[in-house]
C-alpha cells in the first residue's frame, strides 16, 4: 500500500511578506561582502521605508550593494558585525553616533549565530580575555584554569538568506562561495525567509547535496536578481 505524503509548499510572493518586516524590528541576514545578500528581499525593505533596525550580519558590505544599502540609507540603528571596512559611510555613522556597532571577531560572530540556530544560550570564547575594553560588562568563567568570555547567542525576529536553488519544503542548496554565512544565519531566525534563484519540484534535489534543511525555512520565494544599475550610472 502507497503511503500518502503530504506536499508543503512555502513558496510565497515578495508582496505577501512584506508583513513580516516593521520598524525597530531585528534583522539577519546571509552574506559576505555583498556575496550572498538576498537583493530582492533587501530591496523590497528600502521600498518600504523601514528603519530603526537591528542588523546582524558578517559585514556591512559596500555602499550600493546588499546590505550597503540599508546602512547607506541609514536604515540601521545598531549593528552586529564582524567589520564595517568595506563601507565609508558605516564608519561615518559610527563616528557621528548615529549608528551604534558591536564587533566581534568573524569566528565568535558565526558562533554566536550557530548558538541562536541551535537553542544554545551562548558559546565560550578566550578572544579578548585580558583586554579591559573587551571584558567590559561581559561575563567570564573559568574552566580548567582557563578563563573565558561568556557570548550570548544571537537571533532574529527575522533572518534573510539567499541561495541557488530551493524545493517546495524549502530545503537550500548554495553557489560555491556565495554559501559562506547562509546555513547558519538560516538557523536563527524566529521567521527564516529564503530568497533563491531557481524553485524546483520535489524530488530535484540530491538529499545528499541539501545544505540547509528544510525543517529551518519558513517560506521561499523566487529572487527578481541583482539591479546592477548603479555600477553603470557610477562610471
Not at 512584506?18 to 538576498?38: A, D, E, I, Q, R
Not at 573587551?134 to 539567499?162: C, F, H, N, R, W
Amino acid at each position: 500500500m502507497k503511503r500518502h505524503i503530504q506536499e508543503v509548499n512555502k513558496g510565497i510572493s515578495l508582496e505577501e511578506l512584506k508583513s513580516y518586516f516593521t520598524s525597530g524590528m531585528s534583522l539577519m541576514v546571509g552574506g559576505f561582502g555583498g556575496v550572498g545578500n538576498p537583493p530582492s528581499l533587501i530591496k523590497m525593505i528600502l521600498n518600504m521605508n523601514i528603519e530603526d533596525l537591528t542588523l546582524i550580519c558578517n559585514d556591512t558590505g559596500f555602499p550600493e550593494i546588499g546590505v550597503g544599502q540599508l546602512i547607506t540609507d541609514k536604515r540601521v540603528s545598531t549593528l552586529y558585525a564582524s567589520h564595517i571596512g568595506s563601507n565609508p559611510n558605516a564608519g561615518k555613522q559610527m563616528t557621528d553616533e548615529e549608528l551604534i556597532v558591536h564587533f566581534f571577531p568573524q569566528g565568535t560572530l558565526a558562533e554566536k549565530i550557530r548558538a541562536g540556530g541551535v537553542g544554545l544560550g551562548g558559546v565560550l570564547v578566550d578572544a579578548g580575555v585580558g583586554n579591559p575594553f573587551v571584558e567590559k560588562g561581559q561575563q567570564t568563567t573559568t574552566i580548567a584554569g582557563q578563563t573565558y568570555l561568556i557570548e550570548p547567542a544571537l537571533t532574529a525576529d527575522v533572518s534573510i538568506v539567499y541561495a541557488k536553488k530551493a524545493d517546495p519544503y524549502g530545503n537550500l542548496i548554495y553557489d560555491t562561495s556565495a554559501r559562506n554565512t547562509n546555513p547558519l544565519v538560516a538557523m536563527a531566525g524566529r521567521i527564516t525567509i529564503a530568497e533563491v534563484e531557481e524553485i524546483v519540484p520535489y524530488g530535484e534535489i540530491d538529499p545528499e547535496e541539501v545544505v540547509t534543511s528544510g525543517v529551518f525555512v519558513d517560506y521561499v520565494v523566487r529572487s527578481e536578481g541583482v539591479d546592477w544599475t548603479w555600477a553603470w550610472e557610477k562610471k
